[in-house]
C-alpha cells in the first residue's frame, strides 16, 4: 500500500514563505502505471478541494491562475518526494493542502485524481 505523507504547514505572515513536501512509502509510479502526474490541492473551510499544481512524471508543470509566479512545485524521483515552494503567501492561500498521485491526459490535458491521498497538513496565512 502506498502512503503519502505531507509536512511542512504552518503559520506564516503574509508575504512570508513556507515549503510543503509530499514523501511517498513506495514508487507510485512503478506500482500503477496509470499514475504519471504528482499534485497539490488544497481545501480551504467550507469550500470545495481545488487543484493547485502538477508535475508530470516528465517534469511539466501547471498551476492554478491563483498561484502562478508565487508557486513553484519540484520532484525528486530518487527520494519519492514533491514539493510545494510558495512565495509571497496571502491569507486567502489559508487551507489544507494535501497531495495526489493521479494521470495526466494531453490529449485532453486533464487531470485525473487516483485515490491516493496524504493526510493534509495546514498552512494558515495572517495579515
Known amino acids: 500500500q502506498v502512503q503519502l505523507v505531507e509536512s511542512g504547514g504552518g503559520l506564516v505572515q503574509a508575504g512570508g514563505s513556507l515549503r510543503l513536501s509530499c514523501a511517498a512509502s513506495?514508487?507510485?509510479?512503478?506500482?500503477?502505471?496509470?499514475?504519471?502526474?504528482m499534485a497539490w490541492y488544497r481545501q480551504a473551510p467550507g469550500k470545495q478541494r481545488d487543484l493547485v499544481a502538477r508535475i508530470t512524471n516528465g517534469g511539466t508543470t501547471n498551476y492554478a491562475d491563483s498561484v502562478k509566479g508565487r508557486f513553484t512545485i519540484s520532484r525528486d524521483n530518487a527520494k519519492n518526494t514533491v514539493y510545494l515552494q510558495m512565495n509571497s503567501l496571502k491569507p486567502e492561500d489559508t487551507a489544507v493542502y494535501y497531495c495526489?498521485?493521479?494521470?495526466?491526459?494531453?490529449?485532453?490535458?486533464?487531470?485525473?485524481?487516483?485515490?491516493?491521498w496524504g493526510q493534509g497538513t495546514q498552512v494558515t496565512v495572517v495579515s
Open positions: 513506495r514508487s507510485i509510479f512503478s506500482i500503477n502505471t496509470n499514475i504519471n502526474t
Open positions: 495526489n498521485a493521479g494521470t495526466y491526459r494531453s490529449v485532453s490535458d486533464s487531470y485525473t485524481p487516483r485515490d491516493y
